[in-house]
């Protein structure tokens, strides 16, 4: 028997072995494809962060431009909305 019979035995199309490989090929597709979903769904809620702390940001600055007195108060609670929110986008929360 030659090498290349013997390699069809065992791998070949109806041969467990061959069966177990698509088996393992479909569970690392299938895993890929969800690690990817997770990533998409991260990247897309990490620009919403940024979207919205942008935006706030820039209605508080309009608003402080009025009173200008309530500055040293609010910045230091934007400051830490974006930390947190940075912090969630990056670990997922």
Excluded: C, H
Excluded at 27 to 43: C, F, M, P
Excluded at 69 to 90: C, D, I, K, T
């Amino acid at each position: 028997m030659s090498n290349v019979e013997r390699w069809n035995e065992a791998f070949g199309a109806g041969s467990s072995l061959s069966r177990q490989a698509r088996r393992d090929l479909d569970q690392i597709a299938v895993e890929y494809a969800v690690k990817a979903a997770r990533e998409q769904a991260r990247a897309a809620y990490t620009m919403l962060t940024i979207d919205l702390t942008i935006s706030m940001v820039e209605r508080t600055q309009e608003r402080l431009k009025a009173t200008p007195q309530a500055a040293p108060f609010v910045m230091p609670l934007l400051e830490g909305y974006a930390r947190s929110a940075s912090y969630r986008s990056y670990f997922g929360l």
